[in-house]
């Protein structure tokens, strides 16, 4: 296997590039609902697993899913 070089990666990635796209705003809106019914609860893996959940509505896999929630 040839050396890999990591220095000319982008320093971001989008999960999303169709800023009007259906997932794009059904994640928006998850995320922001989350937000406002969950926001005097103080944070904890538990928490995030269940906006992980509720993020993960297409059945991908967690790693996107993270990228979803970290986009906003």
């Known amino acids: 296997m040839s050396e890999q070089?990591?220095?000319?990666?982008?320093?971001?990635?989008n999960a999303f590039t169709n800023y009007h796209g259906k997932k794009f705003i059904k994640t928006l809106n998850i995320c922001v609902s989350?937000?406002?019914k969950f926001s005097t609860e103080k944070y904890t893996e538990k928490k995030y697993s269940?906006?992980?959940?509720?993020?993960n509505?297409?059945?991908?896999?967690?790693?996107?899913?993270?990228?979803?929630?970290?986009?906003?």
Do not use: G, M, P
């Open 5 to 13: 070089n990591y220095e000319n990666y982008w320093s971001i990635t």
């Open 34 to 36: 989350f937000i406002d």
């Open 50 to 55: 269940r906006l992980q959940s509720k993020a």
């Open 57 to 72: 509505f297409d059945n991908i896999n967690l790693i996107s899913v993270r990228k979803r929630i970290i986009h906003f």
